[in-house]
């Protein structure tokens, strides 16, 4: 049984590590913040400067469904404002402020591999627990 105070703790995580995604797009470029971090969730896209609507919304389905067949993590997308975007979900209890810098590195392979080149993601990176996978060899 968990007490009010250890589930507090856990929701007080999430939304902190919402707030490191953010903090950690801002930091490259190209990144477009959508909605910031809020209550554990943060909504964002690729947005580099020279491309059409259509192309931004291709491209950020594109990282979503890479890395999320990667099995490395799940980056859904969803629609805000007339945009594709991003959207990260940062609740699970595990997950570390490094697992998410790392999302962020695979997320930014995943972008450079979409806009014209070929270059796979980089999967070297760890990544946001699917059922701890990463963390136990797998």
Same mark, same amino acid.
């Given at each position: +049984?968990?007490? $009010?105070?250890?589930? %507090?703790?856990?929701?007080?995580?999430?939304?902190?590590? =919402?707030?490191?995604?953010?903090?950690?797009?801002? %930091?490259?470029?190209?990144?477009?913040?959508? $909605?910031?971090?809020?209550?554990? +969730?943060?909504?964002?896209?690729?947005?580099?400067?020279?491309? $059409?609507? !259509?192309?931004?919304?291709?491209?950020? *389905?594109?990282? $979503?469904?890479?890395?999320?067949? %990667?099995?490395? =993590? *799940?980056?859904?997308?969803?629609?805000?404002?007339? #945009? #594709? +975007?991003?959207?990260?979900?940062?609740?699970?209890?595990?997950?570390?402020?490094? &697992?998410? !810098?790392?999302?962020?590195?695979?997320?930014?392979?995943? !972008?450079?591999?979409? #806009?014209?080149?070929?270059?796979?993601?980089?999967? &070297?990176?760890?990544?946001?627990? +699917?059922?701890?996978?990463? !963390? %136990?060899? #797998?």
């Amino acid at each position: +049984v968990m007490g $009010s105070e250890a589930m %507090s703790a856990m929701i007080d995580h999430g939304y902190e590590l =919402a707030e490191t995604a953010e903090e950690t797009l801002h %930091s490259l470029p190209d990144w477009e913040i959508v $909605s910031p971090a809020a209550q554990a +969730v943060i909504n964002f896209r690729y947005a580099p400067a020279g491309m $059409s609507g !259509r192309a931004l919304d291709e491209l950020n *389905q594109r990282i $979503s469904r890479e890395i999320c067949a %990667s099995g490395f =993590a *799940q980056v859904l997308t969803t629609e805000l404002n007339g #945009k #594709k +975007v991003l959207r990260m979900c940062t609740i699970h209890p595990e997950t570390t402020g490094q &697992d998410i !810098r790392d999302t962020v590195a695979r997320l930014t392979g995943a !972008r450079a591999a979409g #806009k014209g080149g070929n270059a796979p993601i980089p999967y &070297d990176c760890c990544f946001i627990p +699917v059922a701890n996978a990463h !963390r %136990s060899g #797998k």
